[in-house]
């Protein structure tokens, strides 16, 4: 990771709200969810609120970088239905060499809807993806990561 990362940067992100976003969409084979009301998926807010950190993260990244998600802790205050855009914050509160920390909001279009902490861990992809790789083949799984390779040079269709 780059140097140029400070505590104190912030970045936005707007994402409008679609119903593929609710609550029946999340999991569409539970019926405990078919059957809750058609707003924003908290799990859905979690992955938009990691989204808006691996965005603010990505200009301070080397060549071959990335970040994975290692602790959450939001809120989820109100609900956002369909048609509304929810407005994310995120603000680095803290860097501890790979381990960066954010502070968040997020506000749809008449609330505060969510707020807490996030934490990412800064990797070099081909070292995590060969990890990944190594316990797949341990556990007899094949690795998303490995499917792909197989898929490349034509053992899996």
Request: aromatic share 10%.
């Amino acid at each position: 990771m780059k140097d140029t990362l400070k505590i104190g940067e912030t970045f936005s992100f707007a994402y409008p709200i679609t119903r593929e976003r609710t609550v029946p969409a999340f999991y569409p084979d539970a019926p405990e969810f078919q059957q809750m009301p058609e707003v924003f998926a908290t799990g859905y807010l979690v992955g938009l609120m990691e989204w808006t950190c691996v965005k603010l993260l990505a200009p301070h990244l080397d060549e071959g970088e990335g970040s994975l998600g290692i602790h959450v802790n939001f809120s989820h205050l109100a609900a956002t239905p369909p048609g509304l855009t929810v407005n994310v914050e995120a603000e680095c509160a803290s860097i501890d060499g790979n381990r960066v920390g954010f502070k968040l909001k997020a506000y749809d279009d008449q609330d505060l809807i969510s707020e807490g902490k996030h934490e990412r861990f800064v990797v070099m992809w081909d070292r995590f993806n060969a990890k990944v790789a190594e316990k797949a083949a341990a556990s007899g799984a094949a690795s998303g990561a490995a499917m792909q390779a197989n898929t490349n040079a034509g053992m899996i269709s």
